[in-house]
T-cell receptor
């Protein structure tokens, strides 16, 4: 059974640009969550999508957005990149139903903003 | 306001000995707790979890203990092996909600010395 796949694994952007990251969840999983990992802040919740609807959102500015497609694949977008957006962006999937509490993470997309 | 805290950034133990990683939480609404292990350049991997209706859960070399009154949980690894060297994150969840949002601690770097 394939795991959670994130692309690209590494990317470099400059300030002011935008970036789109992609996540393919485990087959059958309908919930996709995104987390940002930085050395100073640890793992911070960005948002969660379930059946193409944003179900929950963390405390991040509006420059961070996401969407989910009918096949449960998800993308997140960061516009007007800032140096502080340099981080590992992790996607996690789960079945999404109550009681399904374990999230399975992908390997992450390492974003460097210059 | 950090709702989940791991106060030890690092821990070193000898191979074969017990490793004890600690985690404290402040939000009494959390009712499900998970431990993840993370190697560099990989996503977090689920290790073990515990519901608040239990005070202990065991899986092979890994045991998680939960003390609800103290809002404290710990992960015991016995015996510790060099391959256990990684960053360990504890995470908490309000399982009754529809959203699957994990709140993470800042992590503890475990080094198992041969």
């Amino acid at each position: 059974k394939a795991g959670v796949t994130q692309t690209p694994r590494y990317l470099i952007k400059t300030r002011g640009q935008q970036v789109t990251l992609s996540c393919s969840p485990i087959s059958g999983h309908r919930s996709v969550s995104w987390y940002q990992q930085t050395p100073g802040q640890g793992l911070q919740f960005l948002f969660e999508y379930f059946s193409e609807t944003q179900r929950n959102k963390g405390n991040f500015p509006g420059r961070f957005s996401g969407r989910q497609f009918s096949n449960s694949r998800s993308e997140m977008n960061v516009s007007t990149l800032e140096l502080g957006d340099s981080a590992l962006y992790l996607c996690a999937s789960s079945p999404g139903q109550p009681g399904a509490n374990v999230l399975t993470f992908g390997a992450g997309s390492r974003l460097t903003v210059l | 306001d950090q709702q989940v805290k791991q106060n030890s950034p690092s821990l070193s133990v000898q191979e074969g000995r017990i490793s004890i990683l600690n985690c404290d939480y402040t939000n009494s609404m959390f009712d499900y707790f998970l431990w993840y292990k993370k190697y560099p350049a990989e996503g977090p991997t689920f290790l073990i979890s515990i519901s608040s209706i239990k005070d202990k859960n065991e899986d092979g070399r890994f045991t998680v203990f939960l003390n609800k009154s103290a809002k404290h949980l710990s992960l015991h690894i016995v015996p510790s092996q060099p391959g256990d060297s990684a960053v360990y994150f504890c995470a908490a969840l309000i399982s009754s909600g529809s959203a699957r949002q994990l709140t993470f601690g800042s992590g503890t770097q475990l080094t198992v010395l041969p």
